[in-house]
């Protein structure tokens, strides 16, 4: 244990599973150790006192037998022998005859032993197995021929005893069941930090993980070819423990996130970059020749350093609206988003209207397939989507026809709108289809500005999209006569056409 920012003191999780573990497994070795015990104890006792009950019944009949029905009485001699024999199992033995007088007294041929036997009993009983009894007595009629002829009194240490042989089994049992409980709670605590490590393992790799990860992500002042020769973090998944492997998938998911936007923002930058220097280069060129005299301070100068402020400026703010566009929450969408109830439909037909002009000059067809498509969302933001779509299906689009279709994801009440833009263009590189939605990339890796904007449209379509909780794709055609961009759209106030 060590103190750290969370405490004083903690402890670890192997050493609190391994101390769980001991702890539970030597509880239910104990109790299971005390329950075989006591039964084996009734058990035994039962068996003891049958063994007793036997061993009485057998005394009379020894001792009946010594009845001579001629002379009408007991072998004295032989009872007494047989009697100080008795007294050395425990067993106290006076006979009467059939008039009720002693014919032989143990305790009065030897009382001392009788005494003795009878006190190493007890203390026997009450020091090893803690019984504490007493004298009992019982009696049992001697029969011969077809009469009583007298009577047998068995005195015994009480409710039960044992002789010698069954304490020293009894004893051996104990310990060997100590024993066993003592080697198996040992084996259990070995058990029991083997399991706790082989949990503990994956959660402090994945401990360790999440600590590289912060150490690594910490350090911006790192130039960015150190980032680059670092290697990734990654843990092993390869567990049977269904949640510890999707602990370490879950650690390496993050770390390939935060790799892949470590590289993003890189790329960002990079992209920012070579957007602005195109136009600052252009205006500090024509702002120093007209300070050197090259150039004249008149209009047609003047416009063409105004033109590319403009630009500058639209782009700083499309990076503006995308970045608060993709700050947004589920739980923050009714104020940035101002949403009214509107027909899409209508909304697409504004918006294709205003492109109408642009494709006759190209020679390109526009055409609608649309519906009655009501929907609650913000429509200024859902028709900057459009617009963006359209401006560039028109861009990569020579000729043919750009083709923009509202269906319903159901029947006849559908759970979303579904917005698609076909145009018969250039289409989309298969490699660059999983990225036309970044920020600031374009498929032309010349990244001239006559062939496209910066490539930010596409990222701020895909970003109000998601905003309304809808969803954004783009593919080729199958007969690579194009590209179709979907757009999914969810009837946020459960509107059904009617």
């Known amino acids: ?56 019944g057998e005394i009379v009949r020894v001792i009946g037998d010594l009845y001579n029905p001629l002379g009408r009485s007991f072998d004295h001699a032989s009872v007494e022998a047989l009697g100080m024999h008795f007294v050395h199992e425990g067993y106290l033995v006076t006979v009467e005859d059939a008039g009720g007088d002693v014919v032989w007294n143990a305790r009065s041929c030897d009382m001392q032993e009788c005494v003795d036997v009878i006190s190493g009993i007890a203390s026997r009983m009450e020091a090893n197995f803690r019984v504490n009894g007493g004298i009992q007595k019982q009696r049992y009629p001697v029969y011969s021929g077809s ?85 990734a973090v990654s843990i092993p998944d390869r567990y049977q423990t269904r949640e510890l492997a999707e602990l370490s998938r879950s650690i390496n998911a993050l770390a390939e996130e935060l790799e892949a936007g470590e590289r993003r923002q890189r790329q960002l930058i990079i992209d920012i970059a070579h957007e602005l220097r195109t136009p600052l280069a252009c205006l500090q060129g024509d702002i120093e020749a007209m300070i050197d005299g090259v150039y004249r301070p008149d209009r047609e100068h003047l416009e063409s350093c105004h033109e590319e402020i403009v630009r500058l400026t639209g782009l700083v703010q499309d990076l503006t609206t995308l970045t608060a566009l993709e700050g947004e929450g589920p739980s923050e969408l009714s104020k940035p988003l101002h949403k009214t109830g509107f027909d899409l439909a209508k909304l697409l037909q504004g918006t294709a209207d205003q492109f109408r002009a642009a494709a006759g000059e190209k020679g390109i067809a526009l055409n609608l397939r649309l519906r009655e498509s009501p929907v609650i969302a913000d429509y200024d933001r859902l028709k900057q989507v459009f617009i963006n779509l359209l401006a560039n ?81 783009a593919e080729n055609r199958r007969d690579g006569s194009g590209s179709v961009f979907r757009v999914e759209l969810p009837l946020l106030s459960g509107i059904r056409p009617g």
């Not at 050493?15 to 104890?41: C, D, K, M, P, Q």
């Not at 029991?192 to 402090?204: F, G, K």
């Not at 159901?410 to 289409?427: F, M, N, R």
């Open 1 to 56: 244990m060590k103190g750290t920012r969370n405490g004083p003191f903690t402890i670890t999780l192997q050493n609190r599973l391994a101390l769980s573990y001991a702890l539970f497994i030597s509880l239910a070795l104990g109790l299971l150790t005390l329950v075989i015990n006591h039964l084996t104890g009734l058990i035994f006792n039962g068996l003891v006192k049958d063994n007793i009950a036997e061993k009485s």
């Open 147 to 231: 009469g009583t002829v007298g009577t047998i009194i068995i005195e015994t240490y009480g409710p039960f005893f044992y002789s010698e042989t069954e304490t020293r089994f009894v004893t051996s049992i104990n310990r060997l069941l100590l024993m066993a409980t003592a080697v198996l709670t040992l084996f259990s605590i070995g058990i029991s930090v083997l399991l706790s490590r082989a949990i503990a393992r994956p959660v402090n790799k994945s401990a360790e993980a999440a600590r590289q990860l912060a150490k690594r992500f910490r350090r911006r002042e790192a130039p960015a070819a150190d980032h680059a020769r670092s290697p």
């Open 393 to 473: 299906a028109l861009t990569y689009t020579d000729r043919g026809s750009i083709t923009v279709t509202v269906e319903g994801a159901g029947d006849a009440s559908p759970a979303c709108w579904i917005v698609s833009v076909a145009d018969t263009g250039i289409g989309i590189p298969e490699g660059d289809l999983p990225r036309i939605f970044e920020r600031l990339y374009r498929s032309d890796k010349s990244r001239s500005r006559s062939t496209g904007g910066a490539g930010i449209g596409l990222a701020i379509a895909a970003a109000i999209v998601h905003a309304h909780g809808g969803t954004i794709g």
